[in-house]
């Protein structure tokens, strides 16, 4: 099956890759070493659609997971379980960043929003959105307020 994402934790010890919707934590050392794996069937509330991106937190403790459900879901490496699920976009995820201090999460989507989240309290803080293209991917200084995002339409 193909990897549809994957994403190396910040020390370099741990890669994220989903496949449909599952997502595999590994070590990098031995990529044969599954530390936890994601599954849509913990729950009901889990990806229903194929994920499309994937995020470690700044610090390791949290995969972020963005799918073609327009579900954004912070998972807990120590709990190994789902801690948020965040709805509020409309179409699909395409990208996921994290501030430095790893409280606000910044998802990125088909419906051409930005949304800030307060991810921890499950709550949307903020929004920017385009009249009508995809927002594809979102970078930035984050924590000096500084965004970046690159559309669908070139822009």
Same mark, same amino acid.
């Given at each position: 099956?193909? $990897? %549809?994402?994957?994403?190396? %934790?910040?020390?370099? !010890?741990?890669?994220?890759?989903?496949?449909?919707?599952?997502? =595999?934590?590994?070590?990098?050392?031995?990529?044969?070493?599954?530390?936890?794996?994601?599954?849509?069937?913990?729950? @009901? &509330?889990?990806?229903?659609?194929? $994920?499309? +991106?994937?995020?470690? !937190? @700044? &610090? !390791? @403790? =949290?995969? +972020?997971?963005?799918?073609?459900?327009?579900?954004? $879901?912070?998972? %807990? &490496?120590?709990? @190994? !379980?789902?801690?948020?699920?965040?709805?509020?976009?409309?179409?699909?995820?395409?990208?996921?960043?994290?501030? %430095?201090?790893?409280? $606000? /999460? =910044?998802?990125?989507?088909?419906?051409?929003?930005? /949304?800030?989240?307060?991810?921890?309290?499950?709550?949307?803080?903020?929004?920017?959105?385009?009249?009508?293209?995809?927002?594809?991917?979102?970078?930035?200084?984050f924590d000096l307020e500084r965004l970046c995002v690159s559309c669908a339409d070139g822009t």
């Amino acid at each position: 099956l193909p $990897i %549809s994402c994957i994403d190396i %934790s910040p020390d370099g !010890s741990l890669i994220a890759s989903c496949i449909n919707r599952s997502c =595999y934590i590994r070590t990098s050392q031995n990529f044969n070493n599954l530390v936890v794996r994601f599954n849509p069937h913990d729950s @009901k &509330l889990l990806h229903t659609k194929d $994920i499309k +991106v994937v995020r470690f !937190s @700044k &610090l !390791s @403790k =949290y995969v +972020v997971t963005g799918g073609e459900d327009a579900k954004i $879901i912070v998972w %807990s &490496l120590s709990r @190994k !379980s789902a801690c948020s699920i965040l709805l509020g976009h409309r179409e699909m995820i395409f990208d996921l960043r994290m501030d %430095s201090n790893g409280r $606000i /999460l =910044y998802s990125a989507g088909a419906d051409g929003q930005v /949304l800030a989240w307060n991810w921890q309290k499950g709550e949307m803080i903020g929004c920017i959105a385009t009249e009508s293209t995809a927002i594809t991917n979102i970078s930035g200084m984050f924590d000096l307020e500084r965004l970046c995002v690159s559309c669908a339409d070139g822009t």
